[in-house]
């Protein structure tokens, strides 16, 4: 049974590019979260989808804009990059049931903007 | 929001028994209380999860009090590989509403030899 993969694994981008990640959930899952973790911080919550469409979204500009196709995958787009863009994307998938909390992480997009 | 405080590092030895508390005062009713590690450049991994009581599993015991304002992860003989961060959440996955999923920044374990 595959867990929650990501790709690429690293990417390197030049301020003002677009960047998009991509992720595909544990098999069964039906919730993508996608989350931002910069060095020595913990992960901030970009945003989640379930049934194609965002359902809860944090902190973050317009500029990070995301997709949930038919199968659950999912793919998150960055905009205009800045410096601070720079950091390890975490993609999480779960099951929508009961208000667990379980979500299993994939290991992550380094996205390194100069 | 139920945000939570946990101290920032703690040490170790081989074999002693761990145990790091999280504190939440303004836990809601419905909201879980789950502890996630996190090894170097990985994503973080599921490690427990209650709701109230205890709960134990192969890896770790929670405990929580009656009044769910704080939780204990306990991890029992403690190797060096368990050295990295613990992050306590509390929360409901279904719940609506910007930041709900709050990681905050963690206790680094180090575990000496």
């Known amino acids: 049974d595959a867990g929650v993969t990501q790709s690429p694994t690293h990417l390197i981008k030049t301020r003002g590019q677009q960047v998009t990640l991509r992720c595909s959930p544990k098999?069964?899952?039906?919730?993508v979260s996608w989350y931002q973790q910069a060095l020595g911080q913990g992960p901030q919550f970009i945003f989640q989808y379930y049934e194609e469409e965002e359902r809860q979204r944090g902190n973050f500009p317009d500029r990070f804009s995301g997709h949930q196709f038919p199968n659950y995958s999912s793919e998150l787009n960055v905009n205009a990059l800045l410096l601070g863009d720079s950091a390890l994307y975490l993609c999480?998938?779960?099951?929508?049931?009961?208000?667990?909390?379980?979500?299993?992480f994939g290991p992550g997009t380094r996205l390194t903007v100069t | 929001l139920a945000k939570t405080t946990q101290p920032i590092s703690m040490d170790s030895y081989e074999g002693q028994e761990v145990n790091i508390t999280c504190s939440h005062n303004n836990i809601a009713t419905n909201d879980y209380i789950t502890w996630y590690q996190q090894f170097p450049s990985q994503g973080p991994r599921f490690i427990i999860q209650g709701y109230k009581t205890k709960v134990t599993n192969e890896v770790a015991s929670l405990f929580i009090p009656a009044d769910r304002k704080s939780s204990t992860l306990s991890l029992p003989r403690v190797s060096l590989s368990d050295t990295a961060v613990y992050y306590c959440l509390v929360g409901d996955m279904r719940k609506t509403g910007a930041n709900n999923l709050f990681f905050g920044t963690g206790t680094r374990l180090t575990v000496i030899p």
């Open positions: 999480a998938s779960s099951l929508d049931a009961g208000g667990s909390y379980e979500q299993y």
């Open positions: 098999s069964g899952h039906d919730t």
